[in-house]
């Protein structure tokens, strides 16, 4: 029964895993203050999603890990796992508020212009020059979702694209990346004038070799 609490009596008497000692009231104290910042934050976080908006960063999460490593394994396994739920939640319910966000934003536009339309589509019916400046131009219906919501929370430097770890080294679960990388593709190509916001294209050809008669008209 004695051993059962060994772990505990370390903590009060401020023994960490490598067997320093410490002021264990102050240990204690300290953990009970950033347990009660990290409990703000997520009911802060549970708030936000409830409202249908994206929550700020849990920063509380990480300084309670870092801590909880320094404790008998009792404690600690117990502090990380309730770090990892509380960000799992979290992590889940952004990705749901930002499913909803772009179906709401984009997801008309994008399918009345688009789907089944050439050439996204092997489909008689084309694209419209005028619906694909407004999907895919800079400031247009992909980029603009992009800029608010994603960007923030997207590393671009890799390839592909992917969301970057939140608290925990955790992925967040969000919108497929995919489509604004090609949009981004997409803008570089056919978007060369007026800050990316005009569709322009152009192409040269060059004749390489000729049949002599040809010239002749």
Known sequence: MDDRFAALREVIAGRTDGGQSGGGTMQIASLLTMLNEYYTQLTI??????????????????????????????????????????????NAGTGDVLNTQMEAMMGDDCRDAIDGRYPFADSPQEVSAEDFNRIFASGGVLDAFWSKQLAPLVDTASDPWRYKPTEG?????????????????????FFNSEGGKKFSWSMQISVVDMDPASRNW
């Open 169 to 189: 080294n955790m992925t967040l679960q969000g919108p497929d990346l995919t489509p604004f990388q090609q949009a981004k593709q997409i803008r570089s190509v």
């Open 45 to 90: 976080a549970d708030s936000a999603l409830a409202a249908g908006t994206l929550p700020a960063r849990i920063t509380a999460a990480d300084k309670l890990q870092l801590e909880a490593a320094k404790l008998p394994a009792p404690l600690k396994n117990i502090l990380l796992d309730l770090t990892k739920q509380g960000t799992r939640k979290i």
